[in-house]
Nanobody, 123 residues
Framework: QVQLVESGGGLVQPGGSLRLSCTAS????????MGWFRQAPGKEREFVAR?????DYADSVMGRFTISRDNAKNTVYLQMNSLKPEDTAVYYC???????????????????WGQGTQVTVSS
């Protein structure tokens, strides 16, 4: 069982930055691929970024967001720069066992989810 706890959300002005953190319980963090998803009101949950054997981003955040992980701290980060109002959403981190040929852009690939952290981009 893996438990994920996100932090770092908040209110930021357009053009600003935030860094989200997600800390996992358990000794096997390095054997999991990690993803970030978001869900805006009235919309479906959507893929943002993932870090498995490689790194991948949604087109909408490419060049603005950076995912990274520190296996020694059991933590994955999402650095968000040049934030836009359309980035407003609840952000979730998720964990999935590293298995070849899985689609790590798909939410249903992930076995474990955090509780979410609100990010609001507004002036």
């Amino acid at each position: 069982q893996v438990q994920l706890v996100e932090s770092g959300g908040g209110l930021v002005q357009p053009g600003g930055s935030l860094r989200l953190s997600c800390t996992a319980s358990g000794p096997t963090f390095s054997t999991y691929g990690m993803g970030w998803f978001r869900q805006a009101p009235g919309k479906e949950r959507e893929f943002v970024a993932r870090k498995t054997w490689s790194t991948d981003y949604a087109d909408s955040v490419m060049g603005r967001f950076t995912i990274s992980r520190d296996n020694a701290k059991n933590t994955v980060y999402l650095q968000m720069n040049s934030l836009k109002p359309e980035d407003t959403a609840v952000y979730y981190c998720a964990a999935a066992r590293l298995i070849a040929a899985r689609n790590y852009r798909a939410a249903n690939t992930y076995e474990y989810w955090g509780q979410g952290t609100q990010v609001t981009v507004s002036s």
